[in-house]
């Protein structure tokens, strides 16, 4: 690992931590839970008035929808893929493999920190709750929504794009992260910061060790040498 690499990794440490501790240091999280608060009204009065948001925000936190999430990373992964030859195929596949490890571990270390957070719709009183007011299976609150999975997952799934794909991919991989997590913020199952600050300070944190240093690609090296021989390319 070179002096910048490792340079860009201890900038991006202080970056994770720093944000981190701006929303957990102070009294109820300071001026992130006022940007918190107002977005989420911001939404929440206009369900009762406006029938488009209302149902959109109803089908798009349908777990159903969720599929359409992994359809579209798996679309921009298969495009790539099927424009690789036998060996980039092999080791997209492989990255296919060592991305959702990552995200799994990544994912349980997140909720190893020493917050409980329920989401606005059971924080607040006197709200609009779209299960109500539609009479639809949506997932419109949380009793636990910290860390938010789904922007831990998309951002994760952003990181490793931009670290093996080109930057356009990446750029779509951005607008993936916006339009699936988006719905949860909008319906009052997470908090803005939830989603957005607190998944975005891990990701910083331990995702640059793993993806700037050798780290991820020496797992994917691990694999492809873990391969029968008639199967390497």
Request: aromatic share 16%; charged share 10%; glycine share 4%.
């Amino acid at each position: 690992m070179s002096q910048c690499q490792f340079f860009a990794i201890l900038l991006l440490n202080a970056a994770g931590v720093a944000l981190f501790f701006s929303w957990y240091l102070p009294v109820n999280h300071g001026f992130w839970f006022t940007l918190d608060s107002a977005i989420f009204f911001y939404f929440n009065q206009n369900l009762a008035t406006s029938p488009l948001l209302l149902y959109t925000v109803a089908i798009t936190n349908n777990r159903a929808f969720d599929a359409c999430a992994l359809l579209a990373m798996v679309s921009l992964y298969f495009y790539h893929y099927q424009r690789g030859d036998s060996t980039e195929r092999q080791r997209l596949l492989i990255i296919g493999v060592v991305m959702p490890i990552t995200a799994v571990v990544l994912n349980q270390l997140g909720h190893l920190l020493p917050v409980q957070y329920a989401s606005p719709t059971y924080y607040f009183s006197d709200i609009n709750r779209v299960g109500e007011l539609t009479g639809w299976p949506t997932k419109d609150a949380s009793r636990d929504s910290f860390p938010g999975d789904h922007g831990m997952i998309l951002m994760i799934y952003s990181a490793f794009i931009l670290r093996y794909f080109p930057r356009r991919s990446f750029l779509i991989s951005l607008v993936i992260v916006v339009v699936f997590t988006a719905p949860r913020v909008m319906i009052g199952a997470h908090w803005f910061t939830n989603i957005a600050v607190v998944p975005l300070s891990v990701v910083l944190v331990a995702l640059s060790w793993w993806l700037i240093s050798p780290a991820s690609d020496e797992m994917i090296n691990f694999f492809h040498r873990s391969l029968p021989a008639r199967y390497r390319r």
